[in-house]
Every structure is written in structure tokens, then in C-alpha cells.
């Protein structure tokens, strides 16, 4: 455990307050998988007044051949293979597009998915881990919002370019070769759905499975029914290891490295450090030929690829 930093969450009664203030800043990421355009289609039938639309694809990964991947990507794994590029795109590459958008250092950003951050997160935690000073995630995203009886608008908002400087390197991931060289020495969670951990159920084409050594922690056990994160004290059993696993260095990996994201979110809310980000996750670890693990976590048989 560490001291605490601020609260990653913000509620909808607090972005109400806050939203005509002219240093608030809202990012709609609304992303859905294997559907590349709804998001910014679901955006332009209506959005929170001033929301500026990020693309997780466009705006938040590298722009070479990972973008296919992508695209392509469903919850089960990757249905192409040799995907192994870093998917975040350079810093200041990230960071002036941001400018681009019109988010600035000087903004309190508040990011927003269709529901619970699993989504958003990616952005919360590119900002945070490049310094951001005032980033923070609306828990229980649109639903929350109209719940609270937020204004909603289809006008597209133009603000002006900003400033955006942040760190250049990223801190606080961890690559294949390094998680390699790990394993044992790190706890790997995987918040990817049971039937994508255990390899059961896979998409057609696609690979099932986990990297071994990992345990399942799906991202929906952290989200209550109305869409928010569950309280820390819930959070904190799921996603910290029990006996000799809770000293080791927490590592969060899903499909493709969005979802990873989110799990980093979610130990910030649990009081816990800040967990390395395997970027390329399981898509990169299964897409490069490392050996896979299939079946329940207590019935793991190890397949070579």
C-alpha cells in the first residue's frame, strides 16, 4: 500500500458542478469491440455537452500494423497472428494530438466509455502515467450521467488547439521478453472473460487461452450492477493476490491492452501502487509464438505454438 493519491473517480453530480467551468475538458472513448465506427457513430447521435470524441484507435494506439489488429480483435484473443508491435503510440506523438483535441496541461480532464471505464480507462491511464496533473475517470460513464439528469447535446463542440507536455518515455509497463524473464516473480492477472482465459469457447480463428502463471480477474467482477466501480474495500480481494502472490509486483494484461488499463484504474480505487501495464498483452504474448496455457487455472496444460 502506498499514500494515497487523488481519487481517479469523479461522480456525475461532482462533473455536473463542474461542467460550465471553463478549465473542465470531457472525453468521450465510447469503444466497442469488433464495431470500430459505433463508437463515434453512438457519439454524434448525442454526447455530453463540450465532450470532445477520442478514437481509441486513432488517437490512442500506434499507427502501424496493430491498428489491424485492432480492428480485428474480438474479447477471445486475436484472430491474426505475429502481432507483437508496442500498441501505444510514441508520447509526444500521443500528447500532440491531445493538443490537437484541445486538451491541454492547464485542463481538469474528465473521461467517460458507454458504462464502466473498461474502456476509458485506456485514456486515464496514458495521461496519469505521463504525468497528467488533474485526469479522472465519470464512474458509471454515460448511464451514470443521464441518471443524474445531465444535459445531452448532438453539437459538435471546436476547441481551440492546447498544450499538451508531457513525459516522453513511457513509465510503469512491462514488455514480453521483460515479463518473460519474470515470470514467478511478478503477479500476472488476466481481465480478459472466464471463457477467453480458460481457452473454452474462442472465437472462430482466434486463440484461446492465458499466459501461464496468470490468474483471472474479468473485468466485469469489478463493476457493480449500475455500471460503477464496486467500493475499494470489495476491489481490493479481487484484484490483489492472496498469500505469498500479494508481495510480489502487480502486472495487468487482458487482450490487447485496452482492457489492462482499466485494471490499473482499478488498483489506483483498491489503494494500491500502481501495477505495470503488459501493453501488448495477450495478443502480443499468443501472436509471437509464447508457450500458452489452457483450461482452468488449477488444470493448466501448457501448449507450444
Given amino acids: 500500500m502506498y499514500d494515497a493519491k487523488p481519487n481517479p473517480l469523479i ?6 458542478e463542474s461542467l460550465h467551468d471553463a478549465s473542465t475538458r470531457v472525453a468521450d472513448v465510447r469503444y466497442f469491440p469488433g464495431e470500430p465506427e459505433r463508437g463515434r457513430l453512438e457519439y454524434d447521435q448525442g454526447h455530453i455537452p463540450g465532450a470532445v470524441y477520442v478514437d481509441i484507435i486513432e488517437d490512442l494506439s500506434a499507427r502501424d500494423d496493430r491498428l489491424e489488429f485492432l480492428r480485428a480483435a474480438s474479447r477471445y484473443g486475436s484472430a491474426r497472428q505475429g502481432a507483437g508491435a508496442e500498441p501505444m503510440p510514441d508520447p509526444v506523438v500521443f500528447a ?4 490537437e483535441l484541445g486538451f491541454g496541461n492547464e485542463h ?14 485506456r485514456l486515464w491511464a496514458m495521461l496519469d502515467r505521463l504525468g497528467h496533473p488533474n485526469v479522472r475517470m465519470l ?19 471546436s476547441p481551440p488547439h492546447a498544450t499538451m507536455e508531457l513525459a516522453t518515455e513511457w513509465p510503469g509497463t512491462i514488455d514480453r521478453k521483460q515479463l518473460a524473464r519474470m515470470q514467478g516473480q511478478v503477479d500476472l492477472i488476466d481481465v480478459r ?14 486463440v484461446g487461452g492465458h499466459i501461464p502463471g496468470a490468474r483471472n480477474c474479468p473485468c466485469d467482477s469489478m463493476v457493480a450492477e449500475d455500471g460503477r466501480l ?11 493476490g492472496e498469500g505469498e502472490r500479494a508481495k510480489l509486483p502487480l502486472v495487468v494484461s487482458c487482450d490487447g491492452g ?5 485494471a490499473a484504474l482499478v488498483a489506483r480505487v483498491a489503494g494500491l501502487d500502481d501495477p505495470l501495464i503488459y501493453s501488448g498483452s495477450f495478443a502480443d504474448w499468443s501472436g509471437t509464438g509464447m508457450p500458452i496455457a489452457q483450461g482452468a487455472e488449477a488444470e493448466e496444460v501448457i501448449v507450444s505454438r
Fill in 11 to 16: 461522480s456525475a453530480s461532482e462533473l455536473l
Fill in 258 to 262: 485496452v482492457n489492462a488499463c482499466f
Fill in 193 to 206: 472473460a472466464p471463457d477467453a482465459y480458460s481457452g473454452v469457447d474462442v472465437a472462430a480463428g482466434a
Fill in 96 to 99: 500532440r494530438r491531445m493538443g
Fill in 139 to 157: 464512474d458509471g460513464g454515460i448511464a451514470a450521467w443521464q441518471q443524474a439528469g445531465g444535459p445531452w447535446t448532438t453539437e459538435v463542440p
Fill in 108 to 121: 481538469a480532464i474528465v473521461i467517460h466509455d458507454a458504462r464502466s471505464g473498461q474502456f476509458g480507462a
Fill in 230 to 240: 464496486k467500493p475499494p474495500a470489495e476491489l481490493l480481494p479481487l484484484i490483489r
